[in-house]
């Protein structure tokens, strides 16, 4: 069984920090994105390494994972073929769980100004994905798990360095793409979500013009008209009396 992270009470917001350009998309597809696991930006998602490759080459069921039998050089290869198939299998939609706005995720995620951050909550995000599992992340040593490893076990794992964003997954897994050239493979997948249903918050990155609020206030009332009155400001946005 997966071991993840704790599970955000029901109540609690999820956000999720875009460009303006994906959040029209969303809009307009009215569909979330997932990314493909191998592209989005950490090298360490989906990976084995230090005690857990160990106990995995050594002891992996036949099937899957290389067999006890095989040489240790060709047993790492083959993990390392099946971790690549893996990255290349999953798809993963990233929410941060957090009472508040996160100053760190509008930089790192919303590199222009012109971004906004979408809110709902952990139960609205569960019940809007059908049968596709929500994860808590949990944050931890890569390898440092002494046990043979489940595709759901790695793809909620994360180095301690990232536990600041407080993450939880949308996750699709696929088959059929072993063997395919990558180059060939789609670098996401979209999943039906129709935002007028879910979001309760549409926040405007602090830092960016009353143009921009304008477009996206313009944007929403086409798109999703049902969020108009949900546009507001970052509450970043905020300045003290003096």
Excluded at 194 to 212: C, N, T
Aim: proline letters at 8%.
């Amino acid at each position: 069984m997966t071991k993840t992270g704790p599970v955000p009470a029901d109540e609690e917001k999820v956000w999720r920090y875009m460009s303006f350009a994906r959040f029209v998309w969303l809009l307009q597809k009215k569909q979330l994105w997932l990314s493909r696991a191998d592209v989005l930006g950490d090298p360490w998602e989906i990976t084995l390494t230090g005690d857990q490759l160990a106990h995995v080459i050594s002891r992996h069921p036949p099937i899957t994972l290389p067999s006890p039998d095989m040489m240790p050089e060709a047993a790492m290869q083959r993990s390392e073929r099946i971790i690549k198939m893996w990255r290349r299998q999953t798809f993963v939609n990233c929410w941060s769980a957090s009472d508040h706005e996160s100053h760190a995720l509008w930089r790192i995620y919303c590199r222009s100004i012109e971004g906004v951050a979408i809110q709902t909550t952990f139960a609205k995000l569960r019940e809007s994905i059908g049968s596709l599992p929500l994860y808590p992340v949990t944050y931890g040593i890569p390898g440092s798990n002494k046990q043979t490893p489940t595709l759901s076990d790695l793809v909620t794992k994360k180095r301690p360095m990232f536990a600041y964003e407080r993450e939880v997954r949308v996750v699709l897994f696929t088959e059929g793409m072993d063997g395919t050239d990558p180059e060939q493979e789609p670098l996401g997948r979209g999943v039906d979500w129709d935002p007028e249903k879910r979001l309760e918050l549409i926040r405007v990155h602090p830092e960016a013009d009353s143009s921009f609020m304008e477009t996206v206030t313009a944007v929403v009332r086409h798109y999703a008209p049902a969020l108009k009155d949900c546009v507001l400001w970052s509450a970043m946005n905020a300045r003290p009396p003096f």
